[in-house]
């Protein structure tokens, strides 16, 4: 009996417990027994716990080395470190399928602990949609795609994992995005869940909510990492290349930012359901157009290492997901008519519905930009290749044009707003995209796309930071000291100011990528020892090559040291490794100092025994920008998330007064049916679309009605 | 009041004005111009590197893409244009060694449906908005009792009044902050009673 027996046992009972779990709960819900799904809770703890089991029989066989196990034999050697052993876990196809189910399943857990606080009536339809996507990972891992299968004459070492993923990164950056395609199937069950009980209110829409902005948060941390890892490893001087797998990780965040956006619509004016649910599947089924996509190999990508038969499999569970929503859809349709008519274009609804359009428009280019090679093969008999300039000329201008928009989102009014409101609002912002438009070309930047990008950044952090400040401002007439103002307005307000800053952050990204895009430069030279190359003002000096033999691989570096204004800065030593169980395919050191907001990425690119060398160096101006921008969304997005106090007191609703005057003040919310917590938000919003709303008649009231 | 409303447009002008001086004083002062590694790039970051996986020619660090950057180079010096050497590529290798579709024949599809599908979306939100708002102005628009007049100008000071200190009630019981200013609203509110 070996430890992978336990897997291969624990992946058959969980499937068996998770088919038990799908008929019981629907039972229960239909048959209304409380009985019976509370058996399906347990079920899904049973799951969890089943395949927690088998995932540790899976990493115990790689610590002990059992190259019995075909998987093991294939990801692992003796020479890695146990992290790297550890991490070949999801290296492969096998393992990363079991890393899904495993995560799906204690999410499903995390969900069942937590469903006190959804709808009582779609727990039971989340479980049954949710367990019957783990049916299909558990039916894949027990039949065609076995991490457990063992060899009949176990090797005496190991292939070991592919050197390209023998990095920090590797620890991280995939079970992150991994993670993050799989959480989007919570919001998906949580949807298919409303359909099928017909249950689609606000108390469902926090919940979803909820869900969604996990899954967002985790999906920008895995996108993030993707790039900081392929900057830092593949050695091509960029962090994005439009690649298909990478393009297929940012289609579902795509939809999924779009989907948060739109719900505010729904939970306030009660629009747009129908489209809210369609976002919802698209994310989920993109994702599932995601693992399809790496696993069939049918578009090529450097992600070409999970190349293998069962995307298939993939496809034909694509089409299960997509023909049961659409016939979900058409089911519901009579109950999703919408409750308001809208009132202005002019509006905060407006906005967003603009903001789902170019979210959405970004996600077709971008699909279409990946598929497109194959569209062209197929009707044209043409061999086409979709690169960076497409992207870059298709979607830059959409991302510039939702930059626009998350400056002026804001500054609108629920329903609509006067344009004397308006003007006064963009005023400041409009001003500093107007002194940044004039102040760059004067500073020698000539480039009129990127002046225009930078303008827009500018225009958005102004009207971003603006509104902080007003906020700030009332707080500190009030009593506070401004950053005791700013920690209560974020605290106190979560989603509005947690947005936020997920806006500012994508705008310092944004300035990255222009900076990036637009200015980077690259000197190479081949150097002698004691020959140097400038760069900005650093010189690099050339001393010789080292090269370093390890068992199964060797290193050769160059070494540089660098200079700046007579001072010795520190050593550098760009290098390729290469790896001997893998053909001899080179894998890149790359030392990236960084200066100010500058970064200097060295690659070694050819040498001649010890005393010469061809460096090629880029410089990327602004790129630690992505990264802290990138981390500043992931803080923004937390705080959304965040949970918030649980207050006692109760607070009498605002439209109290309403009823009691028989009329509507300032009707623009349905606070009757909002918990505390959403209370808090909706008085916030209430109070700031008066800002807008009653400008027009009193201008010293905005003062006070911006908290 | 009329000279008040055209205000903000007037400073719109004035300021597109001079942004516009700026940019063509720049243009004309210092007119741009490549530089040979700028045209090099140029031109390397259409092509795609052949035996590389998803990288320009710019970018990769193999040797065949290093010999394309010297080739692009040399035909540059020669005097041809930046068209001409990309031509040149795609005559040695075919279509595939552009780095993006080109905008003739078939290719130019790639574009085109994005590009469409967007403003035709544009379109229909535009008519779906306007549907919208006219079918809620309308008179016998349904449940419309409350949002003829959002604007706050038919807001009665009374109704305006009720609102506001049901605002404050609910921001000082949540809220330290606004406590005190509540306590002397209501104070104020008692005297006038």
Known sequence: MYFSDVGVIAIILALGFAVYTILVAVLGALRGIPALVVSAKRGVLVVAALLLLAACALVISFLVHDFGVRYVAQQSDLSMPWYYTFAAFYGGQEGSLLYWALMLSVFSAIFVFTSRRA?????PYVMATLMGIEVFFLFMLATVSS????LPNPPADGVGLNPLLMDPGMLIHPPMLLMGYMSFSVPFAIAVAAMLSGRLDNEWLRTIRRWTLAS??????GLLLGAWWAYHVLGWGGYWSWDPVENAALLPWLTATAFLHSTMVQERRGMLKVWNLCLVVA?????????????SGVISSVHSFAYSDIGGYFFAFLVIIIVFSTALFVFRLPKLRPEQEFDSVISREGIFLFNNLLLVGIAFATLWGTIFPLISAALSKETMSVGAPFYQHVDGPLFALLILAMGVGPLLAWRRTSMRALWRNLGLPALAAAACAAILPLAGVRDIFANVGFAVCAFTAGAILYELWRGM???HKHGEPYPVALYQLVQRYRQRYGG????????????????????????????????????????????????????????????????HEGQLLGYIYPGRTFYQHFDNQPASLIPIPTFGLTDIYVILYNWQGATSATIHIFVNPLVPLIWYGGLLMICGGLICWWPARRRKTAIQPVAAIRRGQGRTVVGNENVTEEDDRVGVETRAEASSARTGD??????????EAVI | MKMKRWRPLLLVLVVVAVLAAIWSYVMIATPPQKTLDQKVQDVASQLKCPVCQDESVADSPSLIAQQMRAVIRQRLQAGESEQQVIDYFVSRYGQQILWSPPWQGFSMLAYLVPFGLFTGGCILLFFILRDWSASSLAPGGTAKGNDTGAEADDLDEGDFALYRQQLEAELAADDPVFASQYARHEKQQTEAD
């Open chain 1, 694 to 703: 009653t400008q027009s008649s009193t201008g010293k009231r905005d003062e």
């Open chain 1, 283 to 295: 994310t989920f089924a993109l994702s599932i157009f995601g693992t399809f996509e790496v696993r």
């Open chain 1, 216 to 221: 967002w948060t985790i999906q920008s941390t």
């Open chain 1, 500 to 563: 936020y800053i997920v806006h500012l952050g994508l705008v310092l990204l944004a300035v990255g990528v222009i900076g990036s895009q637009f200015f980077q430069t690259q000197e190479n030279a081949v150097l002698q020892p004691g020959q140097s190359m400038n760069v900005i003002g650093y010189q690099f000096t050339y001393l010789g090559n080292i090269d370093a033999i390890n068992p199964g691989s060797e290193t050769i570096t160059a070494q540089l040291q660098i200079w």
């Open chain 1, 119 to 123: 709808p009582a009536a779609l727990v």
């Open chain 1, 147 to 150: 991490p457990f299968v063992r």
């Open chain 1, 473 to 475: 401002r009332v707080r």
